[in-house]
């Protein structure tokens, strides 16, 4: 089965969101030389992915809901995959949807706000043309201009 992204906020997928979460929730929090690549999310990442008032989207694969992304009115984008995906695409096929659902929506701009740990959302940021700012320590926003759409 070739994973595909869903509108998770439909009745039909609802039952899929908490055993993502927990999931998420139960990885190891240890910052060894193991895990500083697999950085565990953080429980208000988790907060925002699955705030219902934001517009959430999630991969499906054959092992169910592996990842998931919201977009707020801002044009905040959050997102995490469970650790036994990431390094597969997903995020990076989960967040061209989400960008292109904000472009359609005419943003002008969307960002996340991410950790340092997490080099695999600076190194996915710096491909798809993001721009990197420090906030302050251990902070780092992403920035990407997004094209206008002319109105007739």
């Known amino acids: 089965m070739e994973p595909y992204i869903v509108a998770v906020d439909h009745p039909s997928l609802f039952f899929l969101v908490g055993p993502f979460v927990t999931e998420l929730r139960n990885e190891s ?15 208000s990442l988790v907060r925002r992915v699955v705030d219902p008032t934001r517009t959430r989207f999630g ?4 092992h169910g ?19 036994g995906h990431r390094g597969e ?4 096929k989960l967040l061209i949807h989400v960008i292109q659902v904000a472009e359609h929506a005419e ?26 700012v420090d906030i302050t320590p251990g902070r780092l926003d992403l920035f990407l201009d997004l094209p206008r759409r002319r109105s007739a």
């Open 107 to 132: 943003f002008g701009r969307v960002f996340m706000t991410s950790s340092r740990r997490s080099r695999p959302i600076s190194r996915l940021g710096s491909r798809l043309g993001w721009t990197p």
């Open 29 to 43: 929090r240890r910052f060894g030389r193991v895990d500083a690549a697999n950085p565990k999310p953080f429980p």
């Open 89 to 92: 695409g997903h995020g990076t």
């Open 65 to 83: 809901l592996v990842a998931m992304a919201s977009l707020s009115i801002d044009g905040e984008i959050s997102m995490a995959v469970a650790a």
């Open 59 to 62: 991969v499906m694969s054959e």
